[in-house]
C-alpha cells in the first residue's frame, strides 16, 4: 500500500518522500492519524502555532507509548533549539535595553559613557549572532520538516528566514530544495488532496516570484477549503497549510502590478490624445495621472507639452487680449486663495469661467474657495488643493506645488501626505539652490 515516489540526491543529504497513495496525502504529513496516535497530531499542531511547552507534553507521550518515534525525536529537538533562541533573544534585549538606558543617562550627566558604548556595540554583535543562529536552526528545522514530507511547514520556515535577510544564503538553497520538493509532488498530484495540490502549487509559484499565480492558486484553496465546512473547520485546515502569510505578500504584489498596469494605461492614453491634437483632453488625462502617481517617467515632459499646447489652442479661439486677462484673472485668485480672502477669490475664478467656460484649472480653484468659505477646516477642500499640489510637481513647478501644500495643511494640519510631500519639496528646492 505505502509506495516510494522519487528518490532526491544532493550534496548534503538523500531525501525519500513516502505516499501513501491509496489514503491520500494527509496520511503522509501526519501518519499518526492511520494510527489513533492523536499526541502526535497535536505536538505537530501545537509545534506550528508556536506552542513550545504544550507541543513538547505531547511529543513526550509519544515517545512513552514509542520510545523510537523518529518524528517525535525530531521535532523535541526542534522545539529545544526555538525555546533556547527565545530566551538567548530576551535576554539580549533586555541587556540592551539596560546599557542604552544607562549610557543616556552618563550622557546626560556629561560623564564618559564609552565603556557603556562598547558594551552595547558587543551586545548588539552578540544579537547578531544570536540571529544567525536562529537562521541557521530553522533552515535545520525546515529540512527536518521536508524530509517528513511537511512541505508546506518547512516552506514556512525557510520564508520566515529571508523574510528577515533575503541575502541569507543556507535559506536559499533550502528554498532551492524545497521548490524540487514540490516540483516532484506535484508530479505526482494523485497523491494529494484537492486544497494540498493548490497549496503547494502556490508555494512553488511564489518560491518562483510568480506572486499572480501563487495567489490564485490559494484563491483556489479557499474556495474549496470553506465549501461546506464550518469557519472555525476552515480556518484550520487553513492554518495547517501555512501559506496566509504570504497570501497577504502575493495579494499586495498583484495590486502593486494591476496597478503599475493601470497607470502606464492611463500614460498611453494622453499620449494618443495628444498625438491626436486633442490637447485639452490630453491634458485632463495626464493630470489624473500625476495625481496618481507624479514621479511616472516622462510625465512631466508631456504634461508641459500638452499644457503649453492647449493654451496656444486657447490663444487663437479667444484672442490675445482675452487670453491675458483670464491669465490674470486666474493669478489674482490663486493669490487671493493663498491669503484667504475667499470672496475675491471666488470672484475672480467665476470671472474665468464667464471668459473662457472650459478652463481646466479655474473650475477646480472655485471649488475650493467655495468649500473653504463654508468651514476653515475642510479636508475634502484639502484634497484638492493636494492634488492640485501633484499636479504642479508633476510639471516641475515646485513653487506653486508648495503654495498648494501649504494650503493643505491648513484646511487639514494633520494632512500626512501633504506634510511628507512638503518635506520633499522644499528639500528639492534646497538643492536646486546649492546647486549653481
Known amino acids: 500500500m505505502i509506495r516510494r515516489i522519487y528518490h532526491m540526491e544532493d550534496t548534503k543529504r538523500s531525501r525519500v518522500v513516502i505516499s501513501l497513495l491509496s489514503f491520500g496525502f494527509s496520511t503522509l504529513i501526519y501518519p499518526g492519524t492511520a494510527m489513533g496516535n492523536m499526541p502526535l497530531t497535536d505536538g505537530i499542531a501545537a509545534f506550528d502555532q508556536h506552542r513550545w511547552k504544550e507541543a513538547l507534553g505531547d511529543f513526550l507521550g509519544v515517545l512513552q507509548q514509542d520510545p523510537a518515534n523518529s518524528q517525535a525525536h525530531a521535532y523535541i529537538t526542534m522545539i529545544s533549539k526555538e525555546m533556547d533562541s527565545e530566551r538567548r533573544a530576551a535576554v539580549q534585549e533586555a541587556r540592551l535595553r539596560m546599557l542604552s538606558a544607562a549610557s543616556q543617562r552618563l550622557e546626560d550627566s556629561r560623564m564618559d559613557s564609552t565603556s557603556l558604548q562598547n558594551a552595547i556595540f558587543d551586545t548588539t554583535q552578540a544579537d547578531k549572532r544570536a540571529r544567525e543562529e536562529r537562521w541557521q536552526a530553522r533552515c535545520e528545522e525546515a529540512r527536518i520538516e521536508g524530509d517528513l514530507g511537511h512541505l508546506p511547514a518547512a516552506n514556512d520556515l525557510i520564508l520566515k528566514v529571508l523574510a528577515e535577510e533575503p541575502g541569507y544564503a543556507p535559506a536559499q538553497r533550502e528554498l532551492s530544495d524545497l521548490q524540487s520538493l514540490l516540483h516532484q509532488a506535484l508530479d505526482h498530484a494523485e497523491s494529494l488532496t484537492i486544497e494540498e495540490r493548490y497549496a503547494y502549487e502556490g508555494f512553488y509559484a511564489y518560491g518562483q516570484a510568480d506572486y499572480t499565480t501563487a495567489w490564485t492558486a490559494w484563491q483556489k484553496v479557499h474556495a474549496v477549503v470553506e465549501q461546506g465546512a464550518s469557519p472555525a473547520e476552515a480556518a484550520a485546515r487553513i492554518a495547517a497549510l501555512h501559506f496566509a502569510a504570504y497570501e497577504k505578500v502575493a495579494q499586495s504584489h498583484v495590486e502593486e502590478e494591476k496597478r503599475a498596469a493601470d497607470l502606464r494605461s492611463l500614460f498611453q492614453e494622453g499620449i494618443s490624445l495628444y498625438q491626436a491634437a486633442r490637447y485639452n483632453k490630453a491634458l485632463e488625462t495626464f493630470r489624473r495621472l500625476a495625481i496618481e502617481e507624479p514621479e511616472f517617467p516622462q510625465l512631466g515632459f508631456y504634461l508641459v507639452q500638452a499644457e503649453g499646447a492647449a493654451e496656444k489652442d486657447r490663444t487663437r479661439r479667444l484672442g490675445e487680449k482675452k487670453r491675458q486677462e483670464i491669465e490674470n484673472r486666474l493669478q489674482e485668485g490663486v493669490?487671493?486663495?493663498?491669503?484667504?480672502?475667499?470672496?475675491?477669490?471666488?470672484?475672480?475664478?467665476?470671472?474665468?469661467?464667464?471668459?473662457?467656460?472650459?478652463?481646466?484649472?479655474?473650475?477646480?480653484?472655485?471649488?475650493?474657495?467655495?468649500?473653504?468659505?463654508?468651514?476653515?477646516?475642510?479636508?475634502?477642500?484639502?484634497?484638492?488643493?493636494?492634488?492640485?499640489?501633484?499636479?504642479?510637481?508633476?510639471?516641475?513647478?515646485?513653487?506653486?506645488?508648495?503654495?498648494?501644500?501649504?494650503?493643505?495643511?491648513?484646511?487639514?494640519?494633520?494632512?500626512?501626505?501633504a506634510i511628507n510631500a512638503l518635506n520633499k519639496v522644499q528639500k528639492e528646492l534646497a538643492l536646486n539652490q546649492e546647486a549653481p
Not at 476653515?376 to 484639502?382: F, M, N
Open 335 to 417: 493669490a487671493a486663495l493663498e491669503q484667504q480672502k475667499y470672496q475675491e477669490a471666488e470672484n475672480d475664478f467665476q470671472r474665468v469661467l464667464h471668459l473662457d467656460p472650459g478652463h481646466p484649472q479655474a473650475a477646480s480653484y472655485l471649488a475650493m474657495a467655495e468649500a473653504e468659505m463654508q468651514r476653515s477646516h475642510d479636508p475634502k477642500a484639502a484634497q484638492m488643493h493636494y492634488e492640485a499640489g501633484l499636479i504642479d510637481y508633476a510639471s516641475g513647478k515646485l513653487e506653486d506645488a508648495v503654495r498648494e501644500w501649504r494650503m493643505t495643511l491648513r484646511m487639514d494640519p494633520e494632512h500626512e501626505k
